[in-house]
């Protein structure tokens, strides 16, 4: 929306003060495209509701993958840019009203990802033994949101798991608890997370996926690495990997498709091997009801048929499959933030090239990038390009003249601090990051994953105490 010329942001007097909602992989995308560029100005605070920086590269990649969890290198070199400030321990909407964040910014971007896990709608989804994959990875990479004890019960019943959904979420859950505990000793992940996952008594994981294995949305490099585990061994029914229905067919013409249907068939000769965890990947199962009564006890699957549109179509069939730990990964969700709402029905926040439209209309100042712009998918990578359109329109936006200058052109800092608020500061999360490095030397890894808020803010507290000591 265009505003009269004299009221235009003038980048020439100040910088454009733009604060990013969301510290994970498309906020700190989004602040690198802001900070290296120099056609305007830039002054950019990222706001986390955590106390530490990162999102999903800290919560959701999984442990055991230590090369992609190193980008958090490659994402701290923008928390240390000189354009760029950190404020973790904020949540926006809650702590600081939108409208307050604001009236002190020329602009703001929502990159808050997607938090919420997919639900199935079926009966017994709630019984104890039932987790959703949010649940066990939040708790695995230590979140400080986790359900521990919720988490540490079900794993602790968990002999038969079954996974629900056949995407990288799903092959994560599934490769995590069926390592043997020496293949996670040199991870992140906190202590208490190691002995439980060492004393869950599994023995078997069956990961299923409602349509044949040519329309999985699992990719490659994560389905093979399955077969690599140490003591595990991957079952697969080689009824399952023929190609049924046109859109199967289609799908595995794609060379991607065809490396995992290769994958596939490569195990099927595969036995049960005494002492090894069972890996079982079945398809054309949908889940119907989970069993209890008090907990999980099984879980009723109906056989599908392709449908010429792809989509699983009930046959009728049913199975009763004995579970004691399900694990439902579905995908996520995205939910609003008090004053920003999202679409119904996409679960994301509707924009045009980044965007956010209110009322169908371009509402000034305001842009999302990430998950809540384009859904949950792709990888971490994907938030790059998707975080550099976004700027790219902001950066228009400027240069056209359509951003209303910020009313209170306040440091955000003395806003924060006069609400009462004690954000994590980029030396405080040194701090943490220190501290993790301390733990985790005390085991022989490189670092040790602070779980606990209270621990968290502590450690970032020894920050500003040393620096008023010194
Ligand atoms: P996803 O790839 O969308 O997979 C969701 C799975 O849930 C699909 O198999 C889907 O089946 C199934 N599903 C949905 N509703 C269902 C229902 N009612 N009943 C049965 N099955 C149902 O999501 P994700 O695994 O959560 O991953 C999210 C994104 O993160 C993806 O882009 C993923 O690639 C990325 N990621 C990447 C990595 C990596 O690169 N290593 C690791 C983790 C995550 P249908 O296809 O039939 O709907």
Known sequence: MAVARDLV??????????????????????AEALAEQDAVPVAVDIIDRLPTPFGLVRYGIAPDHLKMRGLRATLQRTLDHPRVRFFGNVEVGVDLPLAL?????????????????????IDGEELPGSLTALDLVSWYCGHPDADRATVEEALSHARSVVVIGVGNVAL???????????????TEMPQHVLDALADAP?????VIGRRGPALASFTTQELRELGRLQSAVVLVDPHDLEPLGAAEEQAAAESAVARNLAALRGWVEHEPSPGAVRLSLRFRWRPVRLLG???????ELERTAAGADGRAV?????????????????????????GLPVDERTQTVTHTAGRVLRDGRPSTGEYVAGWIKRGPSG???????????????LLEDVAAGALAPCRQPEDLLTVLTRQGLHPVLLENWGAIDA?????????????????????????????????EDG
């Open 101 to 121: 964040l604001r009236a002190h910014v020329d602009a703001v971007i929502y990159t808050y990802g997607a938090a919420d896990a997919g639900r199935l709608g």
């Open 202 to 206: 599994v023995e078997q994981v069956t």
């Open 435 to 467: 501290a993790e490095e301390a733990l985790g030397a005390t085991h022989g890894r490189d670092r040790t994953t602070l779980h606990d808020r209270n621990t968290l803010l502590a450690a970032a507290r020894l920050a500003a105490a040393n620096r």
């Open 379 to 393: 990888v971490v990578g994907t938030n790059k390009h998707d975080a550099k359109e976004t700027v790219a329109s």
């Open 9 to 30: 942001v003038s980048p020439a007097d100040s910088p454009l003060r733009v604060a990013i909602v969301g510290a994970g992989p498309a906020g700190v995308y989004a």
């Open 314 to 338: 009930d046959t009728g069939e049913l199975e009763v499959l004995p579970a004691d730990l399900v694990v439902r990964s579905v995908g996520y969700r995205g939910t609003s933030l008090p």
């Open 172 to 186: 994560d859950v599934a490769r995590v608890l069926a390592r043997a505990p020496e293949e996670l000793q040199l």
């Open 293 to 299: 009564p008090d907990r999980v006890r099984a879980l």
